[in-house]
C-alpha cells in the first residue's frame, strides 16, 4: 500500500482525540451517498416518464402525417405512392373533425377520426387496444354506423357494446332557417384503451366515409405512415418534401408533441440541477472535514516534512482523503439509488391521478448514460473539493507548526 494511502485511511479511521474529525467525515459520506441516490431517482423518473408519454404517443397515433394542400381525390393512389417511400411499412387515410357525442346518460366533445379499419392497423396500435368488441364492427353494412369509443368516454357517457349515441358534427346541415345541427346515429361497437387519457375520454373512431360524410367536404384528409424505425422519422418527412414538392405537408410524431417533450426535458434539467445542489453541499463538508483535519493534525504534517516528505506527498494524502469520502459516498448512493429505482419501478409503488398526467403510475428507467455521468460528476466534484485543503497542508512550514510544541 502506497505510503500516501495509508495515511490518509489512518486519519479516515481516525479514533478518540479525532472522533469528530471522523464523525464530520462520515457525515460528508452521507451527504454524497444522499446526493447521488436522488440525482438517480430524479433522473429515472423524467427519463421513465418521457419514454412512457412518447411509446403510448406514438402507440397512439402514426409516426408521419401527410396533407396535401388542396385536398387528396385519389386516396388509392395516394397510398401506393408513399408505400414506395424507404422506411415506411404502413400507410392508412384518416379524416379528423371535432364533434358533440351524447348518450342517455351524458354528453362530451370528442375528436372523431375516420379510418380505414383494415389499413389503421399497419399504422397504429388501436386494433391491439381493443378491451370490448373489435374494431371490424365498423364494416357492419347496417343503416347505423358503428363507433369506437375509448374507456374513459365510455364511462362518462355509460354506455358499453351495442348502445345507441347519437352525434352531431360541427358541420351540421343547412336549411332556409340557417343551419342545424342534426344527430346522426351510432352504435357502440367496440371500446379502446390507448392508455392516454386525452385519447381515452375524447375521441371516437369511425369509418372513413362514415366520418366524411359527417364532418363535410371540408374536413381534412391526411395519409398517416408508419416507419421503420421512429427515430428516424424525420428522414422520410425529408424524403417526401424531396419527391413530392411543397404541396405535401408532412409532419412527423416529435413536431407534433415537440411542447409537451420540450416541456419534459427542462423539467428534467431543473430538477437535475436542484438536486444536484445536494452533492455541492456535500462536498462543501468535505471541505470543512479536510480543514478541521489540517488544523488538527498540523503537528504530524510538520513532523512527516521534517522527516523528508515531500510537499506532493502531502498534498496527496489530503486529496486521497477527500477522493475516499467521494468514491465511498458515490458508490453507496449509486447502490441505493439503483436498488430504490428497481424497486419502485417494478412493483408500481407510486400511483397518479390519470386525467392529470395520462398515466396510471410514476415509471422509473435509469439509462447508463445518466448513470455514468452522476458518478463520474460526483466523484469530480468530491476531487476539486479537496485542491483547496491539500495545498493549504502541503503549504504548511514546518516551523511555525512546532515553534509551540
Not at 388509392?76 to 405512392?81: D, G, N, R, T, V
Not at 369506437?148 to 368516454?153: A, E, K, S, V, W
Not at 395520462?358 to 469530480?380: G, K, M, Y
Amino acid at each position: 500500500m502506497p505510503f500516501e494511502l495509508f495515511v490518509a485511511l489512518r486519519y479516515l479511521l481516525a479514533r478518540r482525540k479525532q472522533a469528530l474529525i471522523s464523525l464530520i467525515s462520515f457525515i460528508s459520506v452521507l451527504g454524497v451517498a444522499v446526493g447521488v441516490m436522488a440525482l438517480l431517482i430524479a433522473l429515472a423518473l423524467m427519463t421513465g416518464l418521457q419514454a412512457e408519454l412518447r411509446d403510448r404517443i406514438v402507440g397512439s397515433a402514426a409516426h408521419v402525417y401527410v396533407y396535401k394542400i388542396g385536398g387528396m381525390e385519389d386516396l388509392e393512389q395516394e397510398i401506393e405512392k408513399f408505400l414506395t417511400i424507404p422506411r415506411v411499412i404502413g400507410v392508412a387515410p384518416a379524416a379528423f373533425g371535432k364533434a358533440l357525442i351524447r348518450s342517455e346518460k351524458g354528453d362530451g366533445f370528442i375528436e372523431l377520426k375516420g379510418i380505414d379499419p383494415a389499413r389503421e392497423r399497419t399504422v397504429t396500435e388501436l386494433q391491439n387496444s381493443i378491451r370490448k368488441g373489435s374494431a371490424d364492427g365498423l364494416n357492419r353494412s347496417e343503416e347505423i354506423p358503428g363507433i369506437l369509443i375509448g374507456t374513459d368516454l365510455a364511462e362518462q357517457l355509460d354506455v358499453d357494446v351495442g348502445s345507441r349515441l347519437q352525434v352531431f358534427s360541427g358541420q351540421g346541415d343547412l336549411t332556409p332557417f340557417g343551419g342545424v345541427w342534426r344527430p346522426r346515429p351510432f352504435q357502440v361497437v367496440g371500446i379502446f384503451s390507448l392508455g392516454l387519457y386525452p385519447y381515452d375520454a375524447g375521441y371516437g373512431f369511425t369509418r372513413l366515409d362514415v366520418a366524411r360524410r359527417l364532418l363535410g367536404p371540408d374536413a381534412p384528409v391526411y395519409i398517416e405512415l408508419r416507419v421503420d424505425d421512429m427515430f428516424r422519422a424525420q428522414e422520410v418527412v425529408d424524403s417526401i418534401a424531396a419527391r413530392y414538392g411543397a404541396e405535401y405537408i408532412a409532419e412527423e410524431w416529435g413536431d407534433r408533441n415537440r411542447s409537451l417533450f420540450s416541456a419534459l426535458w427542462l423539467e428534467k434539467m431543473a430538477i437535475s440541477i436542484a438536486i444536484g445542489l445536494i452533492v455541492m453541499v456535500a462536498a462543501l463538508q468535505i471541505v470543512a472535514s479536510l480543514v478541521l483535519l489540517v488544523m488538527e493534525k498540523s503537528r504530524d504534517i510538520a513532523i512527516l516534512k521534517t522527516m523528508g516528505c515531500s510537499t506532493g506527498s502531502v498534498r496527496q494524502i489530503f486529496m486521497l482523503q477527500g477522493l475516499i469520502i467521494g468514491l465511498v459516498g458515490t458508490a453507496a448512493g449509486a447502490a441505493a439509488g439503483g436498488a430504490l429505482i428497481y424497486v419502485l419501478d417494478r412493483y408500481r409503488l407510486i400511483s397518479v391521478p390519470m386525467d392529470v398526467y395520462q398515466i396510471s403510475h410514476v415509471p422509473f428507467t435509469l439509462q447508463l448514460a445518466d448513470f455514468l455521468i452522476v458518478i463520474f460528476s460526483a466523484v469530480v466534484i468530491c476531487f476539486l473539493a479537496t485542491i483547496y485543503p491539500s495545498r493549504q497542508a502541503a503549504r504548511l512550514d514546518p516551523a511555525q507548526a512546532l515553534r509551540y510544541q
